[in-house]
C-alpha cells in the first residue's frame, strides 16, 4: 500500500509557490520536500533579452550576493546588455555629429549670402527738388 503524504506547511493548497516534490529518506519514508520556484534570468531594459555575466537567483538572494556578482564592468552594466549600450553610443556620436554638420552647413550658406550681397557703389544722394516759388 502507498504511504499518505502530507504536507508540511500551513499553506495546503496546490498554488505555484506550494511545488512539492516526493523524496525518500534514508529510513525509508517517504516525504514531500519543497521545491523553489524557478528563477527568470534578468533582462535587458531596451531588448529584453537574457544579461550575460550576472547569475539567476530569486529576488531576495540578490540581497545576499556581492555588488561584484550583480554587474559587469561596463556603462550600464548589469541593467542593459553590451549590444544595446553600443547602440547608445553610436547614436549619441552620430547626433553629436549631425550638430557639427549642421553648424558648418549653416556657417557656409551665410558666407555664400555675404558673398552674393557684395558691397554696391555708393549711389549720389538725389538732390530734392528745388522749393516752388509763392505766388
Known sequence: MVQRLTYRRRLSYNTKSNKH????T???KLVLQLVAKRTGAP???DCGDA??????????????ISKTKKHVSRAYGGSRCGSCV??????????EEQKIVKKVLKQQDLEAKAAAAK?????????????????
Open 86 to 95: 553600443r547602440n547608445r553610443i553610436v547614436r549619441a556620436f552620430l547626433i
Open 21 to 24: 516534490r516526493v523524496v525518500k
Open 119 to 135: 558691397p554696391k557703389k555708393a549711389k549720389k544722394p538725389a538732390k530734392k527738388p528745388a522749393a516752388a516759388p509763392k505766388k
Open 51 to 64: 544579461l550575460a555575466g550576472i547569475p539567476r537567483l530569486r529576488p531576495v538572494e540578490y540581497a545576499r
Open 26 to 28: 534514508p529510513g525509508g
Open 43 to 45: 533582462k535587458c531594459g
